[in-house]
């Protein structure tokens, strides 16, 4: 996995996509290589935090490499096509078709653009240094986003901005990002992966059941009529209340210690 490289720090991993010559684009390789570091993650029990970046300081990355894609798709019958991509993962794996109930953060170090953006919007936290740039470009080409940018921007920064960034494809600066939340947080480029991974870290501290269990329920609610995502918010908190890390939580705060949790 030359082109994705992974650092273990504890229970945080650090995601790296290291194609920094070609804007930190995937290809077919990076892109399955990527999709396997994802499963692995969501497989390993002592993972609990992922922070997904990109090398160099140019970009975070730029989206597909379309080079690439488009000779894959014109020798792809319609079978193989569908089989891959639409009934498959999305770019990069978490974009679509993988559903992970751990913290991801994107560390966006530079150009978020098209696909690059796509896969920080299925990350949980966006943080961005002060020279980040964000776009869906796909217009421009006679297109439009197809990894989830359709759905999780409007979700995250409200309709009329994401209809703004959809329709005119152009780049908005670290600064409107964070005005209309597109990020959590923005930080000097020097001070962006130290930063997010002290935050990562904060994360793996808490409790992992409590991530999960949050996570999906949101992620069931998407939808729902009220009443009923009151219910199923209330059911979660019940099946959560009856773990090890609950009278672990509980206790640890009587005896006013930091807790031990075992996602139990």
């Known amino acids: ?49 992922g922070v997904i970046t990109g090398a160099g300081d140019k970009a975070f ?14 020798t792809l019958p319609p079978h193989e096509f569908r089989r891959k991509w639409v009934d498959g993962v999305g770019l990069g794996g978490i974009t679509r078709g993988m559903e992970i109930d751990k913290p991801l953060i994107a560390a966006v170090n530079g150009f978020a653009i098209s696909g690059g953006l796509e896969i920080a919007l299925a990350c949980d936290l966006r943080f961005c240094s002060d020279n980040a740039e964000f776009a869906l470009q796909d217009s421009k080409w006679g297109f439009h986003a197809c990894d989830g940018g359709l759905v999780r921007l409007p979700m995250i920064v409200g309709l009329g901005n994401a209809m703004e960034m959809i ?41 992992p059941l409590a991530h999960r269990f949050a996570k999906a329920t949101m992620r069931r609610m998407v939808g729902m009529p009220f009443a009923d995502a009151l219910k199923t918010e209330v059911r979660s908190f019940y099946d959560l209340g009856q773990s090890e890390d609950l009278t672990e ?6 005896e006013r210690r930091d807790a031990n949790f075992k996602a139990r």
């Not at 930190?24 to 499963?39: G, I, K, P, Q, Y």
């Not at 990355?61 to 014109?74: E, I, N, R, V």
């Open 249 to 254: 939580g509980t206790q640890s705060f009587r």
């Open 167 to 207: 329709l005119s494809g152009e780049r908005i600066d670290a600064a409107s990002a964070h005005r209309i939340g597109l990020v959590n947080r923005v930080w000097p480029q020097a001070e962006l992966l130290t930063k997010a991974l002290d935050y990562a870290q904060m994360l793996a501290r808490r409790a």
């Open 1 to 49: 996995m030359a082109d994705i490289r992974v650092d273990r720090q504890g229970a945080v991993w650090l995601v790296t996509i290291d194609r920094a010559k070609k804007m930190n684009s995937l290809d077919f390789a990076a892109h399955e290589a990527l999709v396997d570091v994802w499963r692995a993650f969501d497989a390993d029990d002592s993972a609990r935090v």
């Open 61 to 74: 990355c730029a989206g597909a490499d379309l080079k690439t894609y488009t000779m894959s798709f014109a």
